[in-house]
């Protein structure tokens, strides 16, 4: 079974091990501060979540909403699959999950963003994010920063 929970104080060792499990591929070594300063207070960026198969945490992600940008605007944050464990849908069920939230919690929300690299922006692509802007070694060197969006529907909340 498939749990979307919160995320707690005591997720933070295995989302630590789940982003060193996606480095270099998926993340610069670099980022890792950034993210563990995120999980610190991830509250103060959105709704921060762990994905559970059998009671173990096989997956995080966030959403955030507004902020400095209007209120029909959110986005996903810092989602990531543990490496052992791609290609078994488990991401396609992370970003489902969190979509549906931001539909059912947030629905003034028409856009949703996120900022991926050159490698899972295909993946995104077919969720149905389409490319805003791209800054060649935004993240670090060899890893690009894409910035992404996804039209809802008006009234709806499905894209």
């Excluded at 890792?32 to 009671?55: I, K, N, W």
Aim: with cysteine.
């Amino acid at each position: 079974m498939t749990t979307l929970r919160p995320f707690t104080a005591a997720d933070l060792p295995a989302c630590l091990e789940m982003f060193d499990s996606n480095c270099p591929a998926y993340f610069a070594p670099s980022e890792r501060a950034d993210y563990e300063a995120f999980l610190s207070d991830p509250a103060d960026h959105g709704t921060y979540f762990v994905l559970e198969q059998g009671g173990e945490v096989v997956a995080c992600g966030g959403v955030w909403q507004g902020g400095n940008l209007p209120e029909d605007i959110g986005g996903l944050s810092w989602g990531m699959v543990r490496g052992d464990l791609h290609g078994q849908g488990i991401g396609t069920a992370l970003v489902t999950l969190r979509l549906a939230w931001i539909r059912e919690r947030w629905p003034s929300v028409r856009e949703v963003q996120i900022e991926t690299s050159q490698r899972t922006e295909g993946y995104y692509a077919r969720q149905g994010f389409r490319v805003l802007g791209r800054t060649p070694d935004g993240f670090a060197p060899g890893l690009d920063e894409i910035k992404m969006v996804l039209k809802l529907a008006p009234g709806t909340g499905q894209p």
